[in-house]
């Protein structure tokens, strides 16, 4: 395995605030490899990317009662995540993630497959001021070995800590569209493990009240709370 600061490389100067990182690696049992790693942070953005190919003649190591032949020779990942601050405090999240075959992260990634967040393609704008905050959501399955709920999109205001009296109230109210969509691979039996369950385009809306009352009595904060919801 082999790492180059693609920049010096190239012989250019970096851009400030950006960073990439060439993978250059060759598996006597597996075979070439090459991948690309980058980031970078401005004032109003930030962001990273990781891209890795390899042309994959081994079988992978996931465990006795898996199948451990990929699916494919031609193997690789792409992962782009982006952040970005908005005028009017608002601030929007992008994420792209891609990878050719159910074993690949397992296989190369085992640390972020396990320990990360899930990888999503997602668009997710929010704007939040003193007490209240507004959400738009929108993300699709493009990988079908995930298991995954899909919005279409969801939009959801928040309200947290308004004062009536001694009274504090919270308040959440959701609309959109959502689709669930499990892993459709079969495991061992297939009678018990069909991970069946898809769903078509659901339309939901949810509404979320909160009453609390802080009380305190000699030394001790006791906070006294009534919730109700009701969901569609």
């Not at 598996?27 to 990273?48: C, H, M, T, W």
């Not at 497959?113 to 959400?135: G, H």
Request: glycine share 8%; net charge negative; no cysteine.
């Amino acid at each position: 395995e082999t790492s180059w600061y693609l920049f010096n490389l190239l012989g250019i100067t970096p851009p400030p605030g950006f960073d990439a990182t060439l993978k250059l690696d060759y598996f006597s049992k597996r075979g070439p490899a090459i991948g690309v790693n980058g980031k970078y942070e401005q004032e109003d953005y930030l962001g990273y990317m990781k891209n890795y190919y390899i042309h994959d003649d081994g079988e992978d190591n996931l465990g006795p009662v898996r199948d451990n032949t990929p699916s494919t020779n031609e193997r690789g990942r792409t992962l782009w995540r982006h952040r970005a601050f908005l005028p009017n405090d608002w601030e929007l999240t992008l994420e792209v993630a891609y990878a050719s075959d159910p074993g690949f992260l397992e296989e190369y990634e085992k640390a972020e497959w396990f320990e990360d967040k899930q990888q999503e393609t997602v668009v997710y704008l929010k704007r939040a001021k003193e007490i209240d905050a507004i959400t738009f959501l929108a993300n699709w399955r493009l990988l079908d070995f995930t298991t995954q709920t899909e919005h279409l999109p969801d939009l959801t205001y928040r309200r947290i800590g308004d004062m009536l009296g001694p009274f504090v109230f919270y308040n959440e109210d959701r609309v959109g569209a959502v689709r669930y969509r499990p892993d459709d691979r079969h495991y061992l039996d297939q009678r018990h493990f069909t991970n069946s369950g898809a769903t078509d385009v659901t339309f939901r809306t949810d509404v979320r009240e909160e009453a609390e009352l802080p009380v305190k009595l000699q030394g001790l904060n006791i906070v006294p709370f009534g919730s109700i919801r009701g969901t569609y």
